[in-house]
């Protein structure tokens, strides 16, 4: 299993904090927003890692994180010129992700909950994992028959089928590097990641996991400052303990 962090992008929702540096490098308590995402692999046993940045920060990437060595893994990094839409991590990584199985997680995503078994029991096909929200029509959302059985995943809609979105941690096996190439971008100009996941919920072999703990989506700042708070209390609480 390959990992990936995707951490490219410009962060405008965050201007203009990001007109200095990276969103994924901002900090999030007391360690940089990369970190997080970064300890979800790490905790899911994933030792190599690719790192796709974009072009203005990629020294700043390199310099925090460095080969890896510190983190007990191996780092690889990759350019993304320009964010035409999560998928398109696919198509940068594809020499990365060889004849692999991979694990994408966003950069901007916090989790609270560890994956080792979602990861490690993963065998074949794709896995989402989605959370019910109070405002998913900023997400791909979930729609469900009435056996609870998913039927279809929409991108950002006005008019949202149910609140559970999926969330910024994906699955796949090695025919998301076919799937991704017969994607056509879509109406914002981007390889969207619903489409991907639409294509393995066609053929039956998408599995789709509940995520019980927080989850935080830190792209715009009411959101990364309930993840500060949140991570803040949590950090404090361990220290009373001790």
Same mark, same amino acid.
């Given at each position: ?105 966003? !950069?901007?995503? /916090? #989790?609270?909950? $560890? ?5 490690? *029991?993963? =065998?074949?096909? &794709? %896995? ?39 969330? !910024?941690?994906? /699955? #796949?096996?090695? $025919? ?5 190439? *017969?994607? =056509?971008?879509? &109406? %914002? ?54």
């Amino acid at each position: 299993m390959k990992g990936i962090i995707l951490a490219g992008g410009s962060g405008t929702r965050l201007r203009p904090l990001t007109k200095v540096t990276s969103k994924q490098l901002l900090p999030v308590y007391d360690q940089p927003m990369i970190y997080y995402p970064l300890k979800t692999l790490l905790d899911g046993g994933i030792r190599d890692i690719l790192i796709i940045v974009a072009p203005d920060h990629a020294g700043d990437f390199l310099k925090l994180l460095g080969s890896g060595k510190e983190f007990g893994c191996k780092f690889t990094y990759e350019i993304q010129d320009k964010p035409e839409g999560i998928a398109q991590a696919f198509i940068v990584g594809q020499n990365f992700i060889g004849k692999d199985s991979v694990t994408l997680i966003l !950069g901007d995503n /916090i #989790y609270e909950d $560890t994956f080792k078994d979602a990861i490690t *029991s993963f =065998k074949n096909g &794709g %896995r989402i994992f989605i959370k019910d929200v109070n405002d998913p029509q900023r997400f791909g959302v979930v729609e469900f028959d009435k056996n609870n059985q998913a039927i279809s995943i929409e991108e950002k809609p006005k008019v949202p089928k149910s609140k559970y979105a999926v969330t !910024g941690m994906y /699955i #796949y096996d090695n $025919t998301v590097l076919e799937k991704v190439k *017969s994607l =056509k971008p879509s &109406g %914002r100009g981007e390889l969207e990641i619903t489409d991907l996941n639409n294509l393995y919920l066609e053929e039956k072999n998408l599995d789709v996991a509940f995520v019980d703990g927080q989850w935080f989506d830190t792209g715009t700042f009411e959101s990364l400052h309930e993840a500060i708070v949140f991570i803040r209390n949590r950090e404090l609480a361990k220290k009373k303990k001790e």
